[in-house]
């Protein structure tokens, strides 16, 4: 089953609202990037929920038949990157996201917004 880019999007949002994560934000990158067509941003407050939230995200990529390219960082939960191919997940800790900040980053796309 072939999924575009804004559905894969949508399913991966939902999933992580299931597990409550924190600031969640979408940025569309297609005008800007050719990494991928969106990245989702959030954060968990602690290990266990920046793990649940991944693999709450990973279960619902599998679901759909959509290949994982690759997941770094589940054994840390710091800051775990799950690739998806046209929508890229960023899963940080707290401490990590304000460290990082990301979305400052990449200023120049825009949020994506939802319903």
């Known amino acids: 089953m072939t999924v575009n880019s804004e559905k894969l999007l949508e399913l991966t949002v939902a999933a992580a609202e299931d597990k409550k994560a924190h600031e969640l934000v979408a940025l569309n990158l297609k005008e800007i990037s050719l990494v991928a067509d969106y990245f989702v941003i959030c954060h968990g407050n602690s290990d266990t929920q920046v793990q649940a939230i991944a693999t709450a995200i990973r279960k619902q990529a599998d679901e759909l038949g959509v290949r994982i390219r690759g997941i770094e960082g589940m054994d840390t ?30 200023s120049d796309a825009k949020v994506v917004e939802f319903a």
């Open 77 to 106: 939960a710091r800051w775990v990157l799950i690739d998806l191919g046209d929508v890229i997940v960023h899963v940080f800790h707290r401490d990590e996201r304000e460290y990082y900040g990301i979305e400052r980053l990449w």
